[in-house]
């Protein structure tokens, strides 16, 4: 029996991948994917066809953007590991040293005050990324709860409970249960600009919404918010490619 080719009248190749806050079937292009269809979670993927041929017209513009990109700066680089780590909220650079090994898995091991230790088969992408995921996971939830705790006490707005994550486009946020979640990769951000981050998430804590009231108690807290708005836009765009 032939094995069956659940979507062969889709009118591209795409890669399909599933997201708990995606309201509606999204698309994206990029070098490192190409085409890629994010569905909400429990969405039928036979909807995807019929989407791709409504946008095709779309699609096939950001194709040839992106065709257009390779041809003048060629094929993205090859995996490489970082020669150094900087997480500018702390004020921490750390020098890379890599071991390579035999074993599977990937660890990093902090080796004195300003060494990290990469060991493993460190020539495997995702299993390096894997790591160095988990790492600055550690680290944010070392540095980044006793950073809004003082931030709380400053502005007098207190949440219940925070948790650390890894999310792919938004920095932090509030739940009407008062729990606040932040990104981990607040730490690639300045201090004034995580802390910034910190303010709009404790000021939620008040206003849920970014009414007019949110933004005037923003701006007691934080007179600049503005600017770092302005900054923040661009920033998902300069993180270093092991943490996007
Ligand atoms: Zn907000």
């Keep these: ?3 069956e080719l659940p979507f062969a009248d889709a009118p591209f190749a795409y890669r399909l991948r599933e997201s708990a806050r995606a309201r509606c079937v999204g698309l994206r292009v ?16 036979a909807v995807v066809p019929g989407v791709l041929r409504r946008k095709q017209r779309w699609i096939r513009a950001a194709l040839d953007r992106m065709a257009a990109h390779l041809k003048l700066f ?5 995996w490489q590991l970082p020669a150094q780590i900087e997480l500018p909220a702390i004020g921490r650079v750390w020098r890379v040293e890599a071991v ?3 074993s599977r898995r990937v660890i990093v091991r902090e080796a004195g005050a300003d060494c990290l230790r990469i060991i493993g088969r460190i020539s495997n992408e995702k299993a390096c990324r894997a790591a160095l995921a988990r ?3 550690a680290q944010a939830r070392e540095h980044l709860p006793p950073r809004l705790h003082a931030v709380s ?11 650390i994550r890894q999310q792919r486009s938004r920095w932090g946020s509030c739940s009407r249960h008062k729990t606040i979640s932040l990104n981990a ?5 300045s201090p004034a600009l995580a802390d910034y981050i910190l303010v709009h998430e404790l000021c939620h804590l008040a ?5 007019r009231r949110f933004w005037v108690l923003v701006a007691k807290h934080c007179p600049d918010y503005r600017h770092a708005n302005r900054q923040l836009r661009d920033m998902w765009k300069h993180l270093p490619r092991w943490a996007s």
């Design 185 to 189: 990769k607040l730490l690639f951000l």
């Design 153 to 163: 006490e400053r502005t007098e707005l207190h949440c219940q409970r925070v948790s």
């Design 135 to 137: 790492w600055l996971l």
């Design 100 to 102: 390579e090994t035999a």
């Design 207 to 211: 206003e849920m919404n970014h009414s």
């Design 30 to 45: 990029t070098l490192q994917h190409g085409l890629e269809v994010v569905l909400p979670r429990g969405c039928d993927p």
């Design 74 to 78: 060629g094929p993205p680089q090859p």
């Design 1 to 3: 029996m032939q094995p």
